[in-house]
């Protein structure tokens, strides 16, 4: 049964950095991975994939600040996060998907595992 782990979540001040993790499990050789977040009272939004070949995208509000990457060794694609904002601060999820596409689209999540997820509290 593919599983997934999120961990690394915390309490930064504005302006600092933070490194997410993700544990995956259980899944075929090829696994693309997303992560999303979900502020109070907002939408899921979706932040950033890396494939399994590892192709990257990212949304609007990663891209710049935000850097996904995977250990296939290990299993683990994390996400590191520069320059942190109160307005990042939300739960923070990981889902993976069985797929050895180098094209990958956001909606493919929809049928994902997903993580439990990991507060990021970003205040002063």
């Known amino acids: 049964q593919p599983q997934v782990v999120e961990s690394g979540g915390g309490l930064v001040r504005p302006g600092e950095s933070l490194k997410l993790s993700c544990e995956y499990s259980?899944?075929?050789?090829?696994?693309?991975i997303g992560w999303f977040r979900r502020a109070p009272g907002k939408e899921r939004e979706g932040l950033a994939i890396?494939?399994?070949?590892?192709?990257?995208k990212y949304s609007p509000a990663a891209k710049g600040r935000f850097t996904v990457s995977r250990d296939n060794t290990g299993n683990t694609a994390y996400l590191q996060m520069n320059n942190l904002s109160p307005e990042d601060t939300a739960v923070y999820y990981c889902a993976g998907v069985a797929t050895h596409s180098s094209v990958v689209i956001w909606a493919l999540f929809d049928s994902a595992s997903w993580g439990q997820g990991t507060q990021v509290t970003v205040s002063s």
């Open positions: 890396i494939t399994s070949g590892g192709s990257t």
């Open positions: 259980g899944f075929t050789r090829y696994v693309a």
